[in-house]
């Protein structure tokens, strides 16, 4: 049984910073490729950012490059979600997730097997 309990979401003010914290237990955590994604009441969830097995690789969102980074810790069996110059429109539930397809990046969320809970954002204007 593979878990995922992400942390760090809460209330920012726009342009500021949040780092989300994904810790995934039950499984050898470097079979996985992670994801982080976002969903609005209603829409389906978008990818924001991914990163690959050994953490080599990574895909952003062309709204956050520049501004999100994703990175791992195999150690710690921890994937992380750095966002800065947070925007209202942001706004959003996030959910990290862990995909045992291969050595890529996968950004649809239909390659996504395990999920956490989600945390909300909140970036106030």
């Known amino acids: 049984q593979v878990q995922l309990v992400e942390s760090g979401g809460g209330l920012v003010q726009a342009g500021g910073s949040l780092r989300l914290s994904c810790a995934v237990s039950?499984?050898?955590?470097?079979?996985?490729?992670m994801g982080w994604f976002r969903q609005a009441p209603g829409k389906e969830r978008v990818c924001v950012a991914a990163i690959n097995r050994s953490g080599g690789s990574t895909y952003y969102e062309d709204f956050v490059k520049g501004r999100f980074t994703i990175s791992r810790d195999n150690a710690k069996n921890t994937v992380y979600l750095q966002m800065n110059v947070l925007k209202p429109e942001e706004t959003d539930v996030y959910y990290c997730a862990a995909s045992d397809d291969g050595e890529g990046i996968y950004v649809r969320q239909y390659s996504y097997y395990y999920w956490g809970q989600g945390t909300q954002v909140t970036v106030s204007s």
């Open positions: 039950g499984r050898t955590f470097n079979r996985y490729a």
